[in-house]
T-cell receptor
Framework: IAGITQAPTSQILAAGRRMTLRCTQDMRHNAMYWYRQDLGLGLRLIHYSNTAGTTGKGEVPDGYSVSRANTDDFPLTLASAVPSQTSVYFC????????????FGPGTRLTVT | QKEVEQNSGPLSVPEGAIASLNCTYSDRVSQSFFWYRQYSGKSPELIMSIYSNGDKEDGRFTAQLNKASQYVSLLIRDSQPSDSATYLCADQYSSASKIIFGSGTRLSIRP
């Protein structure tokens, strides 16, 4: 299967719990991204990685962490979930950083209660 | 703060007509621009990318870029009901490896 996969598809999580959203791509793209999408606020960048072994903070990084141990995987961790992290989370990738087209995974719908 | 502005809509267009979606951006050094389509409950899907001033055509879609006016648009010819979706404009400014998205314009094609 070519493209980006995300897991889980949806999740209901109690506040204070730890959660890792998984993202895997098989396109050998160097750059990967995590976004959250909230009604009326559009897509906001949480964290990004220009290449395996490097990560960077986006617009809304607080409460989230990422790692990039290899080219294919880019997990997003919520260390202690809060209700304001209720959102739809999209993972994306591009061949390289800097002006290249980004391709999105199917998303994870997360509800923190 | 670098921004991308879009009219949230909804924009209602009769089937078969031309739908025109507009976007303005604030960063004068932006180099790359993208249009994404997003159906309700789905992920954004890339439609067009444009990097130079002028028009770029792909099937029923035409992207137009005017860097002097900091304006990018998407025209959809012969609009179909399947074109009903939210359209996101995005730009990547040269000083960073990130893309800024607009909040999207909701397009409705009425039969």
């Amino acid at each position: 299967i070519a493209g980006i996969t995300q897991a889980p598809t949806s999740q209901i999580l109690a506040a204070g719990r730890r959660m890792t959203l998984r993202c895997t791509q098989d396109m050998r793209h160097n750059a990967m991204y995590w976004y959250r999408q909230d009604l009326g606020l559009g897509l906001r960048l949480i964290h990004y990685s220009n290449t395996a072994g490097t990560t960077g903070k986006g617009e809304v990084p607080d409460g989230y962490s990422v790692s990039r141990a290899n080219t294919d995987d880019f997990p997003l961790t919520l260390a202690s979930a809060v209700p304001s992290q209720t959102s739809v989370y999209f993972c994306a990738s591009s061949v390289n950083s800097g002006g290249y087209e980004q391709y999105f995974g199917p998303g994870t719908r997360l509800t923190v209660t | 703060q670098k921004e991308v502005e879009q009219n949230s809509g909804p924009l209602s267009v009769p089937e078969g007509a031309i739908a025109s979606l507009n976007c303005t951006y604030s960063d004068r050094v932006s180099q790359s621009f993208f249009w994404y389509r997003q159906y309700s409950g789905k992920s954004p899907e890339l439609i067009m990318s444009i990097y130079s001033n002028g028009d770029k055509e792909d099937g029923r879609f035409t992207a137009q870029l005017n860097k002097a006016s900091q304006y990018v648009s998407l025209l959809i010819r012969d609009s179909q009901p399947s074109d009903s979706a939210t359209y996101l404009c995005a730009d990547q400014y040269s000083s960073a490896s990130k893309i800024i998205f607009g909040s999207g314009t909701r397009l409705s094609i009425r039969p």
